[in-house]
């Protein structure tokens, strides 16, 4: 019986590359441009509020929309300040206004109190600043006789306007240490914490509405360079906050 053989004819084509198909780089690449893009998309959408707020106001103003501008951080008020023209303060500015003129008054009607304390306000409160040799003796928490007249003035402005009060201690970075203080976080807070105590005692503050707070030297005004520098940094500070904060 014959037998019937099939020739299949000779495939001459190229084998067949390894690898992925040439297709899958290209859709590869466009795929991590699109993640890239995306990405980038959402580090745009996390934006700074205040610096947005500070962005639409300067559209205002390139549009001419009057717009209320803030007073800077830490800025001391006097009324020469106050009165520019571009600020325009609502009812809670001139609160604010009343009670650092209120302060100043107090301060001025003693001449060792003016010499050692400084006022300035931000936007919300009031920072009364006093030297710490006129409060306590060295290296104690001990108040001195003298010390009433400043916390009792501080006691007549809570009395008389609805602020918030908190107590900082700052020292220097060569505060003498004790065993009772061995280091400044102690003196610091114990000197807040003896003046918060004289003004819940004599003046009959409510507790809650008074904080007390040890910095010890890490909030220095001046480099802790000369004794002049260290007597400016070693201060107790009185800041009436405003009731209407959220955080004081």
Same mark, same amino acid.
């Given at each position: 019986?014959?037998?019937?053989?099939?020739? @299949?004819?000779?495939?001459?084509?190229?084998?067949?590359?390894?690898?992925?198909?040439?297709?899958?780089?290209?859709?590869?690449?466009?795929?991590?441009?699109?993640?890239?893009?995306?990405?980038?998309?959402?580090?745009?959408?996390?934006?700074?509020?205040?610096?947005?707020?500070?962005?639409?106001?300067?559209?205002?103003?390139?549009?001419?929309?009057?717009?209320?501008?803030?007073?800077?951080?830490?800025?001391?008020?006097?009324?020469?300040?106050l009165k520019r023209k571009e600020i325009k303060m609502?009812?809670?500015?001139?609160?604010?206004?009343?009670?650092?003129?209120?302060?100043?008054?107090?301060?001025?009607?003693?001449? +060792?109190?003016?010499?050692?304390?400084?006022?300035?306000?931000d936007q919300d409160g009031v920072l009364v600043s006093?030297?710490?040799?006129?409060?306590?003796?060295?290296?104690?928490?001990?108040? @001195?006789?003298? +010390?009433?007249?400043?916390?009792?003035?501080?006691?007549?402005?809570? @009395?008389?306007?609805?602020?918030?009060?908190?107590?900082?201690?700052?020292?220097?970075?060569?505060?003498?240490?004790?065993?009772?203080?061995?280091?400044?976080?102690?003196?610091?807070?114990?000197?807040?914490?003896?003046?918060?105590?004289?003004?819940?005692?004599?003046?009959?503050? #409510?507790?809650?509405?008074?904080?007390?707070?040890?910095?010890?030297?890490?909030?220095?005004?001046?480099?802790?360079?000369?004794?002049?520098?260290?007597?400016?940094?070693?201060?107790? #500070?009185?800041?009436?906050?405003?009731? +209407?904060?959220?955080?004081?």
């Amino acid at each position: 019986m014959a037998k019937i053989v099939v020739i @299949k004819p000779k495939d001459d084509s190229p084998p067949p590359e390894e690898g992925l198909p040439p297709w899958m780089a290209t859709f590869a690449d466009m795929v991590t441009l699109l993640l890239c893009f995306f990405v980038l998309l959402l580090s745009f959408a996390n934006n700074d509020v205040a610096k947005f707020k500070e962005l639409l106001g300067s559209i205002r103003d390139a549009f001419g929309v009057t717009v209320e501008r803030r007073e800077a951080d830490n800025l001391a008020l006097v009324p020469s300040d106050l009165k520019r023209k571009e600020i325009k303060m609502d009812s809670n500015d001139k609160r604010l206004l009343g009670l650092v003129l209120r302060i100043k008054a107090l301060i001025n009607e003693d001449d +060792a109190t003016r010499k050692s304390t400084g006022v300035k306000a931000d936007q919300d409160g009031v920072l009364v600043s006093t030297d710490t040799a006129s409060l306590f003796q060295p290296g104690t928490a001990q108040l @001195k006789p003298g +010390a009433t007249k400043v916390l009792d003035k501080v006691i007549s402005i809570m @009395k008389d306007h609805n602020y918030n009060l908190v107590v900082r201690g700052h020292t220097d970075n060569q505060e003498t240490p004790s065993r009772k203080y061995p280091t400044n976080w102690e003196l610091s807070s114990a000197r807040a914490a003896s003046a918060l105590r004289y003004i819940i005692e004599k003046g009959g503050i #409510e507790p809650k509405r008074l904080k007390a707070v040890g910095y010890a030297d890490t909030q220095p005004l001046v480099k802790n360079d000369t004794e002049e520098n260290r007597r400016k940094n070693r201060r107790v #500070e009185f800041y009436f906050h405003k009731p +209407a904060r959220d955080t004081w």
